[in-house]
């Protein structure tokens, strides 16, 4: 049996070097960033742990030269996110597509690219890693990621937060659903919300010193792994109001509506106030004000029955609703 561990030590400099590609020997058969950084992780128990994560204090060199670069992009996001990027998008996975012509009366969806403002951060839970505060990345294609629960985790609350009652509110459990031991007859534990990933197209590392209280200065600076500011993205929701089949129809209209809104002033408010990612207490995870489409200029609404209306800016989001429930004075 093959191991990669044992044909690609890392227990010097050297071995270092060979394994980034900086070495008048490299291994040149490591064509794959990822795997680079996965064999560095053997240096976690060795005396070259520092020079794995950071390389040489002046000229640079070790896993911080894979995602790091001053100047220009880095070797993960040529090597790894972009190719996988394509890979995704031929194999029709991402960005999502949906068709709602087989879908209950009153399903929509959502879907715009942004550009994040703030770098993001969501924590991975692979033990095995080089550093200890890698980003989460997809299992098979490792590019960074929001995964569809950390978005509904977070829209929900942003949206409770802003009722008085907080999460006890009929709206609340509509969308997003009740916890199984939480359901009550006639409400469904499963929510009208449909999430979707959403993989970012560039990884960096950015570093935080947290500052003694008593002596304001830097204690031990900490390496994060983040998707940067100016990363992309896109966001796609599908709202599903499964429940509303053989309802009465204007009621159902009134609830739908109901629903919508506020689901269009909870994306202004995540992407823009509350922000999406880990540390978002420090300002991580918020986005830019502007958006694109998919496949155009704005981002798109589309609602079954109703037609679509499109918006360039995360403001108009609400507005482009209104104006396809046909709310608007």
């Not at 100047?71 to 999502?96: A, F, M, S, T």
């Not at 659903?177 to 449909?194: I, K, Q, V």
């Not at 919508?260 to 991580?284: D, H």
Request: glycine content about 10%; hydrophobic content about 35%.
């Amino acid at each position: 049996m093959y191991d990669l561990y044992v044909a690609y030590p890392c227990e010097t400099q050297d071995d270092v070097r060979r394994i980034i590609g900086e070495h008048k020997q490299p291994y040149r058969e490591l064509e794959w960033p990822y795997t680079r950084v996965t064999l560095l992780a053997q240096a976690l128990v060795e005396e070259v742990k520092e020079f794995a994560r950071s390389g040489h204090p002046r000229y640079g060199g070790g896993y911080k030269w894979v995602v790091h670069r001053r100047k220009g992009d880095n070797p993960y996001n040529q090597g790894v996110i972009r190719p996988g990027l394509r890979q995704l998008e031929h194999l029709k996975i991402y960005p999502p597509q949906i068709d709602l012509k087989s879908l209950p009366p009153h399903s929509a969806f959502i879907q715009f690219r942004f550009t994040l403002a703030r770098p993001f951060r969501s924590n991975d839970d692979d033990s095995f890693y080089i550093h200890e505060n890698p980003v989460l990345k997809d299992v098979v294609f490792k590019i960074p990621m929001m995964r569809p629960s950390g978005w509904k985790g977070i829209l929900r609350s942003v949206m409770a937060g802003q009722f008085e009652e907080g999460e006890n509110v009929p709206i609340i459990a509509r969308l997003f659903g009740l916890a199984r031991d939480e359901a009550e007859e006639g409400l469904s534990n499963l929510g009208r919300l449909r999430f979707y990933p959403t993989f970012f197209d560039r990884i960096d590392l950015d570093i935080i010193n947290p500052h003694s209280r008593s002596t304001k200065a830097g204690t031990v600076p900490i390496p994060l792994e983040t998707v940067p500011a100016g990363a992309g993205g896109v966001f796609t929701l599908l709202y599903l109001p499964f429940d509303l089949v053989g309802q009465d129809p204007e009621q159902a209209r009134i609830q739908a509506t109901e629903d919508l809104q506020a689901i269009g002033q909870g994306i202004l408010m995540m992407m823009r106030v509350y922000g999406f990612s880990a540390k978002r207490s420090r300002g991580y995870g918020l986005a830019h004000l502007q958006v694109k489409g998919v496949d155009g200029e704005k981002g798109t609404v589309v609602m079954k029955g109703r037609g679509m209306q499109t918006f360039g800016t995360l403001t108009e989001l609400p507005d482009a609703l209104e104006l396809l429930l046909g709310t608007t004075s």
